[in-house]
C-alpha cells in the first residue's frame, strides 16, 4: 500500500518550453500533496504544499509563476514548469499524505522526475 | 524553527557489522521523527517513524531508531549491514506546533562493503 507514481520518469526540453510533471497516489486518497526540489547530492527543498481543491502554498523564495501546481483530485497533483530555464533542470519529487491536519501521517515518496533543459 | 543535522556526510561498514546513522535535531514542540532511504534516481522510501510511546521503533528491512530526548537524537540502526543497504538515509522532523512540513537533515550516504 502507500504507493506513489510519478510521470514521466525523465524529460528533456528545449529552453523556453513548458513541462507538465503528474503525481498520483494509486492505492490512497491524499488530501495533501508536496512537491521538492533535489539538488545533486543534496537534501530535499520543499517547494509547496497543495491542498485538494485549495491553491498551493509556496514556499519562500519560490516562484509560484515559474511552478504552477494544481491539485484536482484527492489521487492527481500536477507540477507545471513554465518557460524553462537550464537552471530548472533538477530532480523533481512529490509526496503525498492522506491527511492535511495530522501531522503523525507519513508522507509517502514518488520516485521522483529528472527534469534536463537544454 | 525546526531543524535536523546528520553530522556525518559518509558512514562505510563492512557487510555483516553493526551500522549506525546519527541524527539530531531540534524543534521547539513536540518532535515527530521519520527515516527514509533513497536509491540513485528514485524517490525516497519511508523507512520508519517516531510519534510517541516506545523509544525504540522497529521499522522495514530489519532497521530501527532509539528516540532518545534528553541528547535530541534518533539514530538509525541496523544489527548487521548488507551490501543491498547502501544508499542515502534521511532523517527528517515534523514539529506538531508547526503543523505538516517535514524538515530534512542533509543526508548521510551510507556504504556497506562486501
Known amino acids: 500500500g502507500a504507493v506513489v507514481s510519478q510521470h514521466p520518469s525523465r524529460v528533456i526540453c528545449k529552453s523556453g518550453t513548458s513541462v507538465k510533471i503528474e503525481c498520483r497516489s494509486l492505492?490512497?486518497?491524499?488530501?495533501?500533496m508536496f512537491w521538492y526540489r533535489q539538488f545533486p547530492k543534496k537534501s530535499l527543498m520543499l517547494m509547496a504544499t497543495s491542498n485538494e481543491g485549495s491553491k498551493a502554498t509556496y514556499e519562500q523564495g519560490v516562484e509560484k509563476d515559474k511552478f504552477l501546481i494544481n491539485h484536482a483530485s484527492l489521487t492527481l497533483s500536477t507540477l507545471t514548469v513554465t518557460s524553462a530555464h537550464p537552471e530548472d533542470s533538477s530532480f523533481y519529487i512529490c509526496?503525498?499524505?492522506?491527511?492535511?491536519?495530522?501531522?503523525?501521517?507519513?508522507?509517502?515518496f514518488g520516485p521522483g522526475t529528472r527534469l534536463t533543459v537544454l | 524553527a525546526q531543524s535536523v543535522a546528520q553530522p556525518e556526510d559518509q558512514v562505510n561498514v563492512a557487510e555483516g557489522n553493526p551500522l549506525t546513522v546519527k541524527c539530531t535535531y531540534s524543534v521547539s514542540g513536540n518532535p515527530y521523527l521519520f527515516w527514509y532511504v533513497q536509491y540513485p534516481n528514485r524517490g525516497l522510501q519511508f523507512l520508519l517513524k517516531?510519534?510517541?510511546?516506545?523509544?525504540l521503533v522497529k521499522g522495514s528491512y530489519g532497521f530501527e531508531a532509539e528516540f532518545n530526548k534528553s541528547q535530541t537524537s534518533f539514530h538509525l540502526k541496523k544489527p548487521s549491514a548488507l551490501v543491498s543497504d547502501s544508499a542515502l538515509y534521511f532523517c527528517?522532523?515534523?514539529?506538531?506546533?508547526?503543523?505538516?512540513?517535514?524538515?530534512f537533515g542533509p543526508g548521510t550516504r551510507l556504504s556497506v562493503l562486501p
Open positions: 517516531y510519534i510517541t510511546g516506545d523509544n
Open positions: 509526496s503525498a499524505q492522506t491527511s492535511g491536519y495530522t501531522s503523525t501521517d507519513t508522507q509517502y
Open positions: 492505492d490512497f486518497q491524499a488530501t495533501t
Open positions: 527528517a522532523v515534523r514539529d506538531y506546533n508547526y503543523g505538516q512540513n517535514f524538515v
